[in-house]
């Protein structure tokens, strides 16, 4: 009688635990995708693989270990002028290349995930313990350094927030006082038509009825005043604002907006 009874508890509980292991053993190897990279140790020492990878990993569920040398890669970090340009430290270009004749689909995943908006945020995000960071803004860090000193975006942040910072977060400092259902400069950045968008804002609704460029718009109708405080801007504020906008990193795809 003893004997029935450890039986019939027994027995679930074994089918039970076995099932689990049969779930969990074969329904990960079988999703298991993986990739091997390889970088050189002078970007390996860095850490920013360390804080790019997971993030890839995390949005496309392929494993990226580290390759030990580049034959054995099925994707490479290098300066060698092969693939397309990804990031740069100094006048450094990185670049990616996907490598071999049957190269995966993956390593084509990692390729395009790392030229895209949502890599770049992750790679100009890092900073190393020695300060040292990377950027992806290739048009701007490209330029000879007298060129670049042109390139200053403190008037255009301050255009932003007088006239646009109402309404939208321009930066964390603003966010609070906006309105949130109102998509912050970040989230707008992560269209990849932005900048059209802002060459026109002021022909994008809400703004027509408040808005003003000089020599551009009609004056506000007499019938139909304004209905908050005006914005009057010149087309040079407006590139200024622009010129700003083109260095906000963009907001990360989860807070991607939808425009009515
Ligand atoms: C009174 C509030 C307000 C102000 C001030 C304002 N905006 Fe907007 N803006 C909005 C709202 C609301 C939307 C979203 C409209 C929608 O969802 O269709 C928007 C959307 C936009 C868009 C996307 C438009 C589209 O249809 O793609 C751009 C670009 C933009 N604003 C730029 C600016 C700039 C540049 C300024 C400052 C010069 C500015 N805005 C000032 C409220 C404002």
Same mark, same amino acid.
């Given at each position: 009688m003893k004997k029935e009874n450890d039986k019939i508890i027994i027995t679930p509980f074994v089918w039970v635990l076995t099932t689990f292991f049969l779930l969990? &053993? &074969? &329904?990960?190897?079988?999703? %298991?995708? =993986?990739?091997?990279?390889?970088?050189?140790?002078?970007?390996t020492g860095t850490g920013v693989l360390k804080h790019i990878l997971p993030r890839f990993s995390l949005k496309h569920n392929i494993r990226v270990g580290l390759a030990p040398i580049q034959a054995q890669a099925d994707v490479v970090l290098s300066r060698q002028k092969e693939g397309s340009?990804?990031?740069?430290?100094?006048?450094? #270009?990185?670049?990616? @290349?996907?490598? &071999?004749e049957g190269a995966s689909d993956f390593a084509e995943t990692f390729r395009d995930w790392i030229t895209s908006d949502i890599g770049k945020s992750a790679i100009e995000s890092f900073v190393s313990s020695d300060g040292m960071t990377f950027s992806t803004q290739f048009d701007v860090a490209l330029l000879t350094p007298q060129e670049t000193e042109l390139v200053d975006v403190t008037l255009g942040h301050q255009?932003?927030?007088k006239n646009c910072g109402r309404c939208h977060a321009i930066d964390e400092t603003n966010r609070k006082k906006t309105?949130? @259902?109102?998509?912050?400069?970040?989230?707008? *950045?992560?269209?990849?038509?932005?900048?059209? *968008?802002?060459?026109?804002?002021?022909?994008?609704?809400? =703004?027509?009825s408040f808005t003003q460029i000089e020599d551009v718009s009609e004056p506000f109708s007499e019938? @139909?005043?304004?209905?908050?405080?005006?914005?009057?801007?010149?087309?040079?504020?407006?590139?200024?604002?622009?010129?700003?906008? *083109? %260095?906000? #990193?963009p907001a990360d795809l989860g807070q991607r907006i939808q425009l009515n």
């Amino acid at each position: 009688m003893k004997k029935e009874n450890d039986k019939i508890i027994i027995t679930p509980f074994v089918w039970v635990l076995t099932t689990f292991f049969l779930l969990l &053993g &074969g &329904g990960s190897w079988a999703e %298991q995708k =993986h990739i091997a990279l390889y970088a050189p140790d002078s970007l390996t020492g860095t850490g920013v693989l360390k804080h790019i990878l997971p993030r890839f990993s995390l949005k496309h569920n392929i494993r990226v270990g580290l390759a030990p040398i580049q034959a054995q890669a099925d994707v490479v970090l290098s300066r060698q002028k092969e693939g397309s340009p990804a990031f740069q430290s100094g006048s450094e #270009i990185w670049y990616v @290349s996907v490598q &071999g004749e049957g190269a995966s689909d993956f390593a084509e995943t990692f390729r395009d995930w790392i030229t895209s908006d949502i890599g770049k945020s992750a790679i100009e995000s890092f900073v190393s313990s020695d300060g040292m960071t990377f950027s992806t803004q290739f048009d701007v860090a490209l330029l000879t350094p007298q060129e670049t000193e042109l390139v200053d975006v403190t008037l255009g942040h301050q255009i932003a927030m007088k006239n646009c910072g109402r309404c939208h977060a321009i930066d964390e400092t603003n966010r609070k006082k906006t309105i949130g @259902s109102t998509p912050s400069f970040a989230a707008l *950045r992560t269209f990849q038509d932005w900048e059209i *968008r802002f060459e026109a804002f002021f022909t994008l609704n809400p =703004h027509p009825s408040f808005t003003q460029i000089e020599d551009v718009s009609e004056p506000f109708s007499e019938g @139909s005043p304004p209905p908050i405080s005006p914005i009057f801007l010149t087309l040079e504020e407006l590139d200024e604002i622009i010129a700003y906008t *083109r %260095q906000v #990193i963009p907001a990360d795809l989860g807070q991607r907006i939808q425009l009515n």
